[in-house]
């Protein structure tokens, strides 16, 4: 649920690990939650909710959980009060970042946000300091191997998607967020499996980062994805194409 960057890509196509996979749908079930609270629980009525539970099921989580985190929202299952915060700042080596929280504690979630950037050799920046670098944009993300770039390219691009990229095993469909919904049922009812589908921001630059500074960037964007309270990381990091990530 990171920013865009080849490796995370790549290693995404491949599969997430258990204990990852368990705190995404964890991640999952509050952003349905809220979707469904605020707006209904009919997807169809709620755009926000239909992308949340586009996104989830691009994960492979089960129909039994997204219907239960539905159930969350609207009361049924009894409901926890969540609040939406964004924090920006900047990582080692000038790479942007900006964090996207959902927390029933907001004075527990800053402090951790803050913490988390100074150990790490970062800071946190004002509102708007960073967020003018990145645009809201859908992109869902296809094994290449399954699945050729002219059918893609064709359902998508009639569908209303903005581009279609092949790169390094990973073919990758741009959409504007309001066009997100249609392209992704659009491959959906063609039965193409995606690796990943999410309405999120996109840098309008990258920062090329050495493989010292791309190790700590990535331990920090790995520790503030650990965070309970965190949803979504996304930054402006280019690694180098030999970096290795620790596992």
Do not use: C
Not at 53 to 65: E, L, S, V, Y
Not at 93 to 106: I, K, Q, R, S, Y
Not at 155 to 167: P, R, S, T, W, Y
């Amino acid at each position: 649920m990171s920013g865009h960057s080849k490796w995370a890509t790549i290693k995404h196509a491949k599969g997430l690990a258990d204990a990852k996979r368990g705190k995404i749908f964890t991640k999952f079930i509050k952003e349905i939650s809220i979707a469904a609270r605020m707006g209904g629980g009919d997807p169809n009525s709620n755009p926000r909710l239909r992308t949340v539970i586009i996104k989830a099921r691009a994960a492979n989580m089960p129909k039994d959980n997204i219907e239960r985190a539905i159930k969350k929202g609207t009361g049924e299952d009894g409901a926890t009060a969540y609040e939406e915060l964004v924090y920006e700042g900047y990582a080692p080596g000038g790479v942007a970042v900006m964090v996207e929280v959902l927390t029933d504690n907001h004075n527990r979630a800053a402090a951790d946000v803050r913490n988390i950037f100074t150990k790490h050799g970062g800071n946190l920046g004002s509102t708007g300091s960073v967020s003018r670098m990145f645009q809201r944009k859908g992109t869902i993300e296809l094994d290449a191997e399954k699945v050729s770039e002219d059918e893609v390219m064709e359902i998508a691009l009639e569908a209303g998607a903005d581009d279609v990229v092949n790169e390094d095993g990973v073919i990758t469909v741009t959409t504007t967020p309001d066009a997100f919904t249609a392209v992704a049922d659009a491959l959906a009812a063609k039965n193409i499996e995606t690796l990943s589908a999410d309405v999120g921001l996109v840098p309008d630059a990258y920062t090329p980062v050495d493989k010292d500074t791309a190790a700590k960037v990535q331990k920090m964007i790995d520790k503030l994805e650990d965070n309970d309270d965190v949803q979504n990381v996304y930054h402006t990091a280019e690694f180098p194409e030999d970096f290795e990530p620790e596992e």
